[in-house]
DNA sequence: CTTGAAAAGAACTGCCT
DNA sequence: AGGCAGTTCTTTTCAAG
């Protein structure tokens, strides 16, 4: 566990508002100098707790406009059959997240198409084709909200 | 629909690797020059098709190391129901992620917690209260991996 | 599309309180 | 820890080919 002050918290969160704005802005808005904040930011980044900056893509703008999450059950569940699996899933280009999870499923997929038409070829040649897949639920994504999440 | 080419591809691809990198170092990967890259990065901003940069926090180095997935199933679902839970769940600080979707479940939730203990008081205080929730499934992340997605 | 130049701003460093 | 001053690099815009 990391000891982070209420500065900090305070560098999070409004970098969870805006990852783009500089170590200046940042430093107007809490009241430091742009090198104080730089260097609680160059800290944050380098105790791990800020792990990097994603590009956040507009899918609908490159044509895919169909998300679905698929619940996955092994039928097989030795070693061989995980690592096999997370091989052949992180293959596919249509999928986006790969998320090992306990519970009724095994794995949570997100994947990517461009129709429902191309998701039921993915599902089809792809998901299906997977080795030691067994039970597959599907859930299609209508709308989606993202929040920071806590911070401290 | 929006015509990207190849070039504008293989941009998204660099940045979703890495979209720290600077136009003139995105140039020296693709051969173009530091405005020519910067111009297209522009465009692809205004376009729509790069809506941003989010900020990818450590939440186990925050001490939130547990992060379950809930399907929510309302038992009323009325325009007013779904009005009334989203504005409800949107006011968890623990939910980050709050998925319409259709199937089985009406709702997919990403929440974190500190522990299994932190997680069972925001399940029985908060997630339970929620207005018109029905059925919950839950489950727990083990292990996550995330990839580009299909460009184009 | 390219290069080159120039101005503004952001990142980074050392020193000082 | 924070601030100040200065250097280096990137961003952003321009002109011209």
């Known amino acids: 566990?990391?000891?982070?002050?209420?500065t900090d918290r305070m560098i999070l969160r409004e970098l969870s508002r805006?990852?783009?704005?500089?170590?200046?802005?940042?430093?107007r808005q809490l009241g430091l100098s742009q090198p104080a904040a730089w260097r609680r930011v160059r800290r944050l980044r380098d105790l791990?707790?800020?792990?990097?900056?994603?590009?956040?893509?507009?899918?609908?703008?490159?044509?895919?406009?169909?998300?679905?999450f698929l619940g996955?059950?092994?039928?097989?569940?030795?070693?061989?059959s995980i690592e096999d699996f997370e091989r052949a899933v992180a293959a596919i280009p249509e999928v986006q997240t790969v998320e090992h999870i306990l519970g009724l499923f095994d794995y949570r997929l997100r994947v990517?198409?461009?129709?429902?038409?191309d998701?039921?070829?993915v599902l089809r040649r792809r998901i299906m084709m997977l080795p030691g897949v067994g039970e597959v639920e599907a859930n299609v994504l209508l709308s989606e909200e993202r929040?920071?999440?806590p911070i401290g």
Chains 1, 2 share one sequence.
Not at 112 to 117: Q, S
Request: charged share 30%; proline share 2%; aromatic share 6%.
């Open 112 to 117: 990517v198409a461009r129709d429902i038409a």
């Open 18 to 27: 805006d990852a783009t704005q500089s170590a200046s802005a940042l430093g």
């Open 1 to 6: 566990m990391i000891e982070l002050d209420t």
């Open 48 to 68: 791990g707790v800020i792990k990097g900056r994603r590009l956040d893509l507009n899918r609908e703008a490159l044509g895919f406009g169909v998300t679905v």
């Open 119 to 121: 998701f039921e070829r």
């Open 147 to 149: 929040f920071p999440g």
């Open 72 to 80: 996955v059950k092994l039928a097989t569940k030795g070693r061989m």
